[in-house]
């Protein structure tokens, strides 16, 4: 369990507070590329980290991600044009390029300089992996983390967006969290089967899991967060690894078997209540199969369908995830709800928007999640109380790792002999 303050030190993420600027030392991801299609397309609205902003990609192709509130008097930019290189407040038509100049005020005298003297609130924005990124920190801005799937051809991933309501960290959690796999998502295979999709052998849950419920946690700090090893009995003279990512502040990468397309998920904090999710599945070398993403798109995986414009899944909590109490009782189903994301947020969101954490009972099998905690409160405090940017943070080439499931022998360590299927090699 957590105290109440460590509970809110970690979940309040809004200007000002604690954990926000940790959180801002890092770059989010924040929306999909394709949501700002071609230049002087529509602007969007975008809360990131309890902050109202605007999205827009000018006459060049740049992204801008302004404040949605005009400097002038507060009108929202959304409704803004956007037109020759920047975005124009409708207003008084003041207006904005991306880097937040105030390129023009018309309603001023022509031999007034005020317009040098007013700039829009600005993030940096990169555009990279069919993801917008975006930095609220300091300046200056840190390299983009290095992420394999992010050095791919577009060809070789796939990524998805999702809104969910909880607090991130529910959703890190759920993610560094191994042991719930062999019992939340245990029958997903035969809702895949029996639904004619004829799943790669990476999506196939290995025996083992199922064979050993109870598996061995080991926590391994590293140059960009955390290694979770999770152990299983395999034969007599091997043990099965789950290896798990954690990369600061709120990425995660779950194991997949060695050679298979691998996985990724961004936990980006909308607000203390609300979090986007970017899922990722990437092949680092070659494109994807047609019937991988088929069976992505039968969103029976990580991968969740949503509304195309909100980005709501549309099994959510509004409709139970559509929970089938017939097939839970048919034993084909544990859960009865189809997909191992839709599963993931019935478990994540029916916490309610902020886990009370003061109430739970960790056990052994919970060591990841209180070791992710503990780095999250070690990083939070150094750079409250000591200034202390963190590392990881500034170190974008760490980020190249990828996660791993692999059986090896008993008498090998796991991180070593693990070593060579955790490097990323794109
Ligand atoms: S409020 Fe935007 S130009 Fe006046
Ligand atoms: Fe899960």
């Known amino acids: 369990m957590l105290s109440r303050e460590d509970n809110e030190l970690l979940t309040r993420v809004g200007p000002g507070t604690p954990m926000g600027a940790l959180l801002r030392c890092f770059w989010q991801p924040f929306a999909m590329s394709s949501e700002l299609p071609h230049a002087d397309s529509d602007p969007i609205r975008v809360r990131l980290l309890g902050e109202d902003l605007v999205a827009f990609r000018d006459s060049n192709g740049a992204v801008g991600l302004l404040q949605n509130n005009c400097p002038h008097r507060g009108a929202s930019l959304f409704f803004g044009r956007n037109e020759e290189g920047g975005l124009r407040c409708v207003y008084h038509g003041w207006k904005f390029g991306a880097d937040g100049t105030c390129l023009d005020m018309p309603n001023e005298p022509a031999e007034s300089d005020f317009r040098a ?27 983009l983390p290095e992420l394999e799937w992010t050095r791919v051809p577009e060809s070789h991933r796939y990524v998805s967006k999702r809104i969910q309501f909880c607090s991130f960290l529910q959703n890190v959690e759920g993610e560094v969290d ?18 004619g999709i004829k799943a790669d052998p990476g999506s196939q849950l290995p025996d083992y899991m199922a064979r050993d419920r109870a598996p ?14 999770a152990r299983r009995d395999a034969e007599v003279d091997s043990y099965y690894w789950r ?13 997949s078997p060695v050679g298979a397309p691998l996985s990724f998920t961004g936990a980006t904090p909308i607000d203390d209540e609300r979090m986007m999710g970017f899922t990722v599945t990437w092949h680092p070398d070659r494109p994807l199969a047609t019937n991988e993403v088929a069976q992505i798109e039968s969103w029976l995986g990580v991968h969740t369908e949503v509304d195309s414009r909100t980005f709501i899944p549309l099994r959510n909590r509004d409709n139970d995830y559509l929970v089938d109490r017939s097939l839970q009782r048919s034993k084909r ?17 029916g916490m309610g928007p902020i886990c009370d954490r003061t109430i739970e009972h960790l056990g052994s099998a919970d060591l990841a999640v209180i070791a992710t905690r503990r780095r999250m409160l070690d990083a939070v405090g150094a750079l409250s109380e000591r200034g202390e940017v963190p590392y990881e943070a500034r170190n974008a080439e760490a980020y190249r790792v990828r996660s791993a499931a692999l059986v090896l022998p008993r008498s090998v360590e796991w991180n070593v002999g693990a070593a060579d299927a955790l490097l990323a090699t794109r």
């Not at 042991?179 to 029996?194: E, G, I, R």
């Not at 061995?216 to 090893?229: A, K, N, Q």
């Not at 189903?333 to 969101?349: F, H, K, N, P, W």
């Open 117 to 143: 003297k007013v700039r829009a609130v600005a993030y940096p924005v990169e555009d990279r992996g069919g993801v917008l990124w975006a930095y609220l920190g300091p300046a200056p801005a840190p390299n």
């Open 178 to 195: 191994s042991s719930h796999v062999s019992f939340l998502h245990s029958k997903q295979n035969s809702l895949a089967d029996s639904a």
């Open 216 to 229: 061995r946690f080991f926590v391994l700090p590293t140059e960009y967060g955390m290694m979770i090893g």
């Open 243 to 255: 290896i798990t990512q954690f990369l600061m502040p709120s990425y995660t990468m779950i194991p």
């Open 333 to 349: 189903s544990y859960t009865g709800i189809r997909g191992i994301r839709e599963e993931d947020l019935a478990v994540q969101e």
